[in-house]
């Protein structure tokens, strides 16, 4: 059974940066497409970012393009968000999931539906 712990949320002002981890465990992340995503109080779960199987390929949400980066270390089992330059808007509790099949079209893995395995989450909060 595959696990995933999140970690590395807190409480930062706009502007700044956090880093969140992923450890996973009973699964290989670098056999699986990685995403994380993200839900605010009374919204939608939102997609933020994916990394490939092979770890070749990244997909970010519209909202986070150009601040947050995904990435990971096989060596350790563990998948990153790095976030730069938070917003308030940023404000959510902060999700990763792995899927270990692949889909027929990239958009797919936007969709939380498509992801078999949840961490418990982390939540993020950005202060104005």
């Known amino acids: 059974q595959v696990q995933l712990v999140e970690s590395g949320g807190g409480l930062v002002q706009a502007g700044g940066s956090l880093r969140l981890s992923c450890a996973a465990s009973?699964?290989?992340?670098?056999?699986?497409?990685m995403a994380w995503f993200r839900q605010a109080p009374g919204k939608e779960r939102e997609f933020v970012a994916v990394?490939?199987?092979?770890?070749?390929?990244?997909y970010y949400g519209d909202s986070v393009k150009g601040r947050f980066t995904v990435s990971r270390d096989n060596s350790k089992n563990t998948v990153y968000l790095q976030m730069n330059s938070l917003k308030p808007e940023d404000t959510a509790a902060y999700s990763c999931?792995?899927?270990?099949?692949?889909?027929?079209?990239?958009?797919?893995?936007?969709?939380?539906?498509?992801?078999?395995?949840w961490g418990q989450g982390t939540q993020v909060t950005v202060s104005s």
């Open positions: 999931a792995a899927r270990y099949s692949t889909l027929s079209s990239m958009s797919a893995y936007y969709r939380p539906t498509e992801y078999r395995y």
């Open positions: 990394i490939s199987y092979s770890g070749g390929s990244t």
């Open positions: 009973g699964g290989a992340v670098s056999s699986a497409a």
